[in-house]
Structures are given as C-alpha cells and as structure tokens.
Antibody, heavy 125, light 112 residues
Framework: QITLKESGPTLVKPTQTLTLTCTFS??????????VGWIRQPPGKALEWLAL???????RYSPSLRNRLTITKDTSKDQVVLTMTNLDPIDTATYYC?????????????????WGQGTVVTVSS | QSALTQPASVAGSPGQSITISCTGT?????????VSWYQQYPGKVPKLIIY???KRPSGVSDRFSGSKSGNTASLTIFGLQAEDEAEYYC????????????FGGGTKLTVL
C-alpha cells in the first residue's frame, strides 16, 4: 500500500522560504520510473502543479514558478523535499505531494495515482 | 503553459449521463494520451479516476469513462448518482517548455 504524508510549517511570513517534506512508503525512489510530485490548491481555487522528481533525479518544474522552486529527494529516508523561496500571501494554499510514476519506458510524466492528505500553508505577516 | 480549459459547471439528474470537456493544445492533449482526471469532494483529497486518457484505476466505477478527440479530452459519467456531485479536474502532460504537466480549472458537477 502506497502512502504519502506532507509536513512543514503552517504559517510563513512574506519573503521567507518554505520547506515542505513528503515522507512516503510503499515504493522506493530508487526503482525505475518511480516519481513524486507536488501540487497546491489555494482556498476555493483549482489545483496547480508545482514540481516532479523521478528515480533518476530527473526534475520538472512549473514554468511560472521554476525560479522559486527546488525539489530534491533523499532515497535513504524515503523523502522528497520542496523548497519555495520569496513567499507571498498568494502562495497560501494546501500543498499536496503525490505518487507519480513516469509513463512506462519513457521520460513522460504521468498521472498522480496516490495523494497525501495535504498540508495547509498560510503566508501572512 | 496555460491551464487546460474546462466548463465551470455542469449539471444532470440522477440516472442521466454527463460529459465534462477539457480543451488543450497540440502541445499537450493533442499529441499525447497522457490525460488524467481527478474527483475532489469539498475539503477532501483529489482522487485519480482516469489515467492515460481512457484507463480506470482499480476500484473506480465503470460508470466513469475517458475519451479524447484532437485537442479535447472528455470525462463521461454514466448513470449519474448523487455521490458523483464533486469537483472534477483534468490534467495533461505538456510536451514543450519544462515538459511537465498542467491542470484544468476544474468543473463543479451538480446532481439535481
């Protein structure tokens, strides 16, 4: 059974850096095609994809946020970390991580099969 | 990359069928079958219901069906039930730019 859980601060001040950790079980990021993605959802708004990382350290970022995001993995701890710099109140959202293996035999991102429960982040002074 | 275009809302009566469209471009939906659909109840976590345009994960009702034509993907729900009332999001791989994915703006389904 695959599970994921997000952790991090619930309140961040504007201009600060946000660090979120996704701790997962049921798969390994050292296995072919495995991947983890981050998605966020502002209150009452749509889902927005942020970043993806794969077993071979292939990384993908949202074009609109790529200058502010860094995604890394720690295979030994079964964790993926997302950092976002220069936070603004519009970054207030629920942040999800999700299990997302690549399309078999390709370098194409695929669906988000299993989601964590999400963590609410509020950006406010 | 721009968000995929979905209708803001659709409605149907119990037993009816409804279709939610998701329009992209030749760089995403038009060139790849890497379209997924998610169901989200208020305050809950999104759930994958269709992947690779047509496939259903184990445990998802066969009342949910995915299709694609040109730059538009569609989700059809047959035999509408009250429990289907939720928000639905499409998502597609984007074969340009950062080669990531993009979500649609979401569609609120109301069961009358």
């Amino acid at each position: 059974q695959i599970t994921l859980k997000e952790s991090g601060p619930t309140l961040v001040k504007p201009t600060q850096t946000l660090t979120l950790t996704c701790t997962f079980s049921g798969f390994s990021l050292s296995t072919n095609e495995m991947g983890v993605g981050w998605i966020r959802q502002p209150p009452g708004k749509a889902l927005e994809w942020l970043a993806l990382i794969y077993w071979d350290d292939d990384k993908r970022y949202s074009p609109s946020l790529r200058n502010r995001l860094t995604i890394t993995k720690d295979t030994s701890k079964d964790q993926v970390v997302l950092t976002m710099t220069n936070l603004d109140p519009i970054d207030t959202a629920t942040y999800y991580c999700a299990y997302s293996p690549r399309y078999s035999g390709t370098y194409y991102p695929n669906a988000f099969h299993v989601w964590g429960q999400g963590t609410v982040v509020t950006v406010s002074s | 990359q721009s968000a995929l275009t979905q209708p803001a809302s659709v409605a149907g009566s119990p037993g009816q069928s409804i279709t939610i469209s998701c329009t992209g471009t030749s760089s995403d939906i038009g060139s790849y079958n890497l379209v997924s659909w998610y169901q989200q109840y208020p305050g809950k976590v999104p759930k994958l219901i269709i992947y690779e345009a047509f496939k259903r994960p184990s445990g998802v009702s066969d009342r949910f069906s995915g299709s694609k034509s040109g730059n538009t993907a569609s989700l059809t729900i047959f035999g509408l039930q009250a429990e289907d009332e939720a928000e639905y999001y499409c998502c597609s791989y984007v074969g340009s730019g950062t080669f990531g994915v993009v979500f649609g703006g979401g569609t609120k389904l109301t069961v009358l």
